[in-house]
């Protein structure tokens, strides 16, 4: 049974950092690409990153290019997004997602298995 538990969100002021983790069991990330998705309150589930099982990276949302950071450490198997320099509208339930080997694409429909989100908060 897939399982992908995210942590690492949290209360951030303007310009600070987090960096978010998703930890996968039931698969392994030699053969499973995983993909960062965001949604803000009242807005569609966006794609934000994925990185394939053969380490290939792929950034969807420009508003996060130079910002964000996807990286695997597969001995863990989990996955990190980095986040630096955030805004405010960066706030946002933050999701990974699983796919056999390759990122497909950006919608929701291209992955398979689900966490159940952290929260990001961007506040002075």
């Known amino acids: 049974q897939v399982q992908l538990v995210e942590s690492g969100g949290g209360l951030v002021q303007p310009g600070g950092s987090l960096r978010l983790s998703c930890a996968a069991s039931?698969?392994?990330?030699?053969?499973?690409?995983i993909g960062w998705f965001r949604q803000a309150p009242g807005k569609e589930r966006e794609g934000i990153s994925c990185?394939?099982?053969?380490?290939?990276?792929?950034y969807w949302a420009d508003s996060v290019k130079g910002r964000f950071t996807i990286s695997k450490d597969n001995a863990k198997n989990t996955v990190y997004l980095q986040l630096n320099s955030l805004k405010s509208e960066d706030t946002a339930v933050y999701y990974c997602?699983?796919?056999?080997?390759?990122?497909?694409?950006?919608?929701?429909?291209?992955?398979?298995?689900w966490g159940q989100g952290t929260q990001v908060t961007v506040s002075s």
């Open positions: 997602a699983a796919v056999y080997k390759y990122c497909r694409g950006y919608s929701q429909s291209d992955f398979d298995s």
């Open positions: 990185i394939s099982s053969s380490d290939g990276i792929i």
């Open positions: 039931g698969l392994t990330l030699d053969y499973y690409a």
